[in-house]
Structure formats: structure tokens, C-alpha cells
């Protein structure tokens, strides 16, 4: 299975609390949490990867 990321967005006046990216095979090792915005707010900086 390609890699699942499990997101939370932290911006206290962001109603969203987590979403999944999924991946498929060709994703680069080097993208990470960091390379995408929150899709209700927008913000890079609040994300945080979910390890599970
Ligand atoms: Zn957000």
C-alpha cells in the first residue's frame, strides 16, 4: 500500500480537525506534512503529522 499521511490541523480558529493524504507510489520520499496546506484554512504552519 502507498504511504497514508493522517494530518491534524492545530489553528485554534479552524474548524477542521484532521484529514488522510493518500499517496500514491510515485510520491517522492521527501514530501512531507510541510508540502501541503490545510484545505479549510489554508495554513502550512498549523499542520502537524499524526504518527500512528
Ligand atoms: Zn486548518
Known amino acids: ?11 485554534d480558529g479552524c474548524e477542521l ?3 488522510e493524504l493518500h499517496y500514491t507510489y510515485d ?9 501541503f496546506s490545510c484545505p479549510y ?3 502550512t504552519a498549523p499542520l502537524e503529522e499524526i504518527e500512528l
Do not use: I
Request: hydrophobic share 35%; glycine share 8%; aromatic share 4%.
Open 41 to 43: 484554512c489554508g495554513e
Open 17 to 19: 480537525d484532521m484529514f
Open 1 to 11: 500500500m502507498p504511504k497514508t499521511l493522517e494530518v491534524v490541523c492545530t489553528d
Open 27 to 35: 510520491m517522492p520520499d521527501s514530501v512531507g506534512v510541510t508540502d
